[in-house]
């Protein structure tokens, strides 16, 4: 006879604007009840079932759940298995200073199978061990926003870009490797509001303000260690919190561990 499954939450540490959490249920989850809050998440495994809005609904691994604020929902496993889950809380007024205004996203029926919406919510759960950087976090949250008014099929509008203001925030950030930067920081530094800061950015450089911080700081961290630094030393240098942190962004940008590429190179 098998042991009997047991429950478990695990909540990723250092609240401030995003709650996330991992969690499994063997059977019953959680009775009726409402957020104020978008609850945004991912099945990893098993079947995800839960009634809102007046049906039952079953989410498979790799659907998005996006639950509307003040919306009645529960939630139990739909098989035997049990279900794993990552979720995230995100307040409505943090969508709505992205959105500027326009109405909140609804996605019908709570479940999405968008590859956009895949990414964006997988982006802001990954890694729950450790705490987000404000910048990321901010980054996480406008992705969010965008892909959710465009999975519930809002209309955007293309807005001029202010190239010198982007600029000023790309040159802030080579001055400021080796600290925590905000993206209030960027703002003032660029003279451009924090929103409209971070849709420019994009589309003058490609890539969101952190990630593209995070790429000059892994710069930063290459050189260091070809001169010799320890991989510790070339991580604080560079201003990640330590060597795990330097170690997992040098693996999702390339592919491969710091010491691994360093020993390619000898």
């Known amino acids: 006879m098998s042991e009997p499954l047991h429950d478990w939450v695990k909540y990723s540490p250092t609240l401030r604007k995003l709650e996330r959490i ?30 809102y809005r007046h049906a039952q609904r079953h989410s498979l691994p790799g659907n998005v759940l996006v639950l509307h604020p003040d919306e ?12 794993r889950y990552q979720m995230l809380y995100v307040q409505p007024a943090l969508i ?19 590859p956009r919406l895949y990414r964006a919510t997988q982006m802001a759960l990954s890694n729950l061990d ?12 406008y992705d969010l926003a965008r892909v959710l008014a465009e ?30 930067v905000t993206l209030d920081e960027l703002s003032e530094a660029s003279g451009r509001d924090r929103w409209s800061l971070s849709r420019d950015f994009r589309a003058l450089y490609g890539t ?10 892994l710069d930063l961290a290459r050189a260091l260690l070809l001169d ?35 020993k390619r190179l000898s």
Request: glycine share 10%; net charge negative.
């Open 22 to 51: 991992e969690a499994f249920f063997s059977g019953h989850g959680f009775s009726p009840h409402r957020h104020d809050t978008y609850a945004i998440g991912i099945t990893l495994a098993g079947v995800q079932s839960f009634r």
């Open 72 to 83: 009645l929902h529960d939630g139990e496993a739909g098989t035997d298995a049990g279900f």
């Open 96 to 114: 709505q200073q992205v959105l500027g205004g326009k109405a909140l996203p609804f996605v019908e029926g709570g479940i999405s199978a968008d």
């Open 130 to 141: 450790a705490s987000l950087e404000p910048l990321e976090e901010d980054d996480n949250i």
């Open 151 to 180: 999975v519930a099929g809002q209309r955007t509008r293309r807005k001029a870009v202010d190239f010198i203001a982007a600029e000023r925030a790309r040159e802030f950030i080579h001055s400021a490797l080796d600290r925590v």
């Open 208 to 217: 969101s303000p952190y990630r593209y911080m995070t790429h000059r700081r």
């Open 228 to 262: 010799g630094h320890s991989l510790a030393q070339a991580a604080i240098s560079a201003g990640f919190f330590d060597q795990s942190h330097m170690t997992r962004l040098f693996q999702q940008a390339y592919g491969v561990s710091p010491g691994r590429w360093l």
